[in-house]
């Protein structure tokens, strides 16, 4: 058995939607030099393969949902036949490399039996390799706000406080694959332009299947940029007003209006005050420095070599002057795009909605 596979898990808000974008885009490009990304976990991101983890539990979960697993015929047949027909088509690949990647493994999977799960399907077909990148606990924190406003909530997010907040406790993550996998099969990388290999998550995720992506492949722009401290400002309060979800489907007024505001999110983005900031950074000391003796070999405890944080005030307010300049750009951004403004679609349509996107490659 001379197959590696590669399970890269995340973890939120480290570019995994770029990795999955260049899995997925260039599946057979990948296939011809020995690396294949499967389709039946899903894709781009392998949502499936974090739900078939979940067990029972993943009934209850959004995934189900993102997934098309609503009925419950669907849903059924997904737990009867998910395992064999992902180990049928990494088999019949003939591939010695395969990627499974989904950021959701990093924060959903909270119990051992979870991952158990995911080792008794992978292990009979290959070496299990569990790749994860991480960034400092106030970065994560600013990125989510911006997905999590893109998203459509109507109210700040609440700051991490204890210390033990599962997605932002690397320690306790990580040793629950290290636990199933072995120490010596988890692969752990800072996410820092400085010390990504080639600068970038997408070079550096394939530089540790020993990897060159040529210039034949298709890579992504930049996806899901978070947005400044203003825009995320106005988004918050417009949330209230116009819902990303009417019922069960997309609001089709929605549409568009998360990426009219990327084009103009240029200020300023740290939208926490500094002193918050700095306290989760303090929270996570001690756990962080168990990561970075344990996973990385480094006996000085220090995870993020890099890491910064910026004295700007806190810009939790948003001037009558600056909504009014925003809302004129919307105007305009919609009548440039919808020339037909009476031509609305009707609720429930399909529409396109930007605002729910999973990672970024630079947030």
Same mark, same amino acid.
């Given at each position: 058995?001379?197959?590696?596979?590669?399970?890269?898990?995340?973890?939120?808000?480290?570019?995994?939607?770029?990795?999955? +974008?260049?899995?997925?885009?260039?599946?057979?490009?990948?296939?011809?030099?020995?690396?294949?990304?499967?389709?039946?976990?899903?894709?781009?991101?392998?949502?499936?393969?974090?739900? +078939?983890?979940?067990?029972?539990?993943?009934?209850?979960?959004?995934?189900?949902?993102?997934?098309?697993?609503t009925?419950?015929?669907?849903?059924?047949g997904?737990?009867?036949?998910?395992?064999?027909?992902?180990?049928?088509?990494?088999?019949?690949?003939?591939?010695?490399?395969?990627?499974?990647?989904?950021?959701?493994?990093?924060?959903?999977?909270?119990?051992?039996?979870?991952?158990?799960?995911?080792?008794?399907?992978?292990?009979?077909?290959?070496?299990?390799?569990?790749?994860?990148?991480?960034?400092?606990?106030?970065?994560?924190?600013?990125?989510?706000?911006?997905?999590?406003?893109?998203?459509?909530?109507t109210?700040?997010?609440?700051?991490?406080?204890?210390?033990? %907040?599962?997605?932002?406790?690397?320690?306790?993550?990580?040793?629950?694959?290290?636990?199933?996998?072995?120490?010596?099969?988890?692969?752990?990388?800072? +996410?820092?332009?400085?010390?990504?290999?080639?600068?970038?998550?997408?070079?550096?995720?394939?530089a540790?299947?020993?990897?060159?992506?040529?210039?034949?492949?298709?890579?992504?722009?930049?996806?899901?940029?978070? =947005?400044?401290?203003?825009?995320m400002?106005?988004? =918050?309060i417009?949330?209230?007003?116009?819902?990303?979800?009417?019922?069960?489907?997309?609001?089709?007024?929605?549409?568009?209006?998360?990426?009219?505001? %990327?084009?103009?999110?240029?200020?300023?983005?740290?939208?926490?005050?500094?002193?918050?900031?700095?306290?989760?950074?303090?929270?996570?000391?001690?756990?962080?420095?168990?990561?970075?003796?344990?996973?990385?070999?480094?006996?000085?405890?220090?995870?993020?070599?890099?890491?910064?944080?910026?004295?700007?005030?806190?810009?939790?307010?948003?001037?009558?002057?600056?909504?009014?300049?925003?809302?004129?750009?919307?105007?305009?951004?919609?009548?440039?795009?919808?020339?037909?403004?009476?031509?609305?679609?009707?609720?429930g349509?399909?529409?396109?909605?930007?605002?729910g996107?999973?990672?970024?490659?630079?947030?």
């Amino acid at each position: 058995m001379d197959r590696d596979i590669y399970l890269h898990i995340g973890t939120m808000k480290t570019g995994t939607t770029a990795v999955q +974008y260049v899995g997925s885009r260039n599946r057979e490009r990948l296939r011809q030099d020995g690396i294949y990304y499967p389709k039946v976990p899903g894709g781009p991101s392998h949502m499936k393969l974090a739900l +078939y983890a979940l067990g029972d539990s993943g009934e209850k979960t959004p995934l189900r949902t993102n997934t098309g697993l609503t009925e419950r015929t669907a849903w059924d047949g997904f737990r009867r036949s998910f395992a064999d027909e992902l180990r049928e088509e990494i088999r019949g690949s003939d591939c010695k490399q395969i990627v499974l990647s989904s950021e959701h493994l990093s924060w959903l999977l909270h119990q051992p039996s979870a991952v158990r799960r995911v080792a008794d399907l992978l292990r009979p077909i290959g070496l299990v390799k569990v790749v994860c990148y991480v960034r400092p606990q106030h970065e994560l924190f600013l990125s989510w706000v911006s997905t999590a406003i893109k998203m459509g909530i109507t109210r700040q997010p609440t700051v991490p406080h204890t210390g033990k %907040e599962f997605q932002y406790d690397y320690e306790t993550m990580l040793n629950l694959w290290a636990n199933e996998f072995g120490q010596e099969n988890i692969i752990v990388r800072v +996410y820092d332009p400085k010390l990504l290999t080639g600068g970038d998550v997408v070079t550096d995720f394939f530089a540790v299947l020993r990897h060159h992506l040529g210039p034949d492949f298709i890579t992504p722009k930049n996806l899901n940029p978070r =947005l400044d401290r203003d825009t995320m400002n106005f988004l =918050l309060i417009l949330n209230e007003h116009l819902p990303r979800f009417v019922g069960n489907a997309l609001n089709p007024e929605r549409a568009g209006i998360v990426q009219a505001l %990327e084009a103009i999110s240029t200020g300023p983005r740290q939208w926490t005050d500094p002193a918050v900031l700095r306290r989760i950074v303090t929270l996570y000391q001690e756990s962080n420095a168990a990561v970075a003796a344990r996973f990385l070999g480094r006996s000085d405890g220090i995870l993020f070599p890099n890491l910064t944080i910026i004295d700007d005030p806190a810009g939790n307010t948003l001037s009558i002057e600056k909504a009014v300049e925003i809302a004129v750009h919307l105007w305009r951004w919609k009548v440039t795009r919808r020339p037909k403004l009476g031509e609305r679609p009707k609720l429930g349509q399909r529409a396109t909605d930007d605002g729910g996107s999973n990672e970024s490659t630079s947030a």
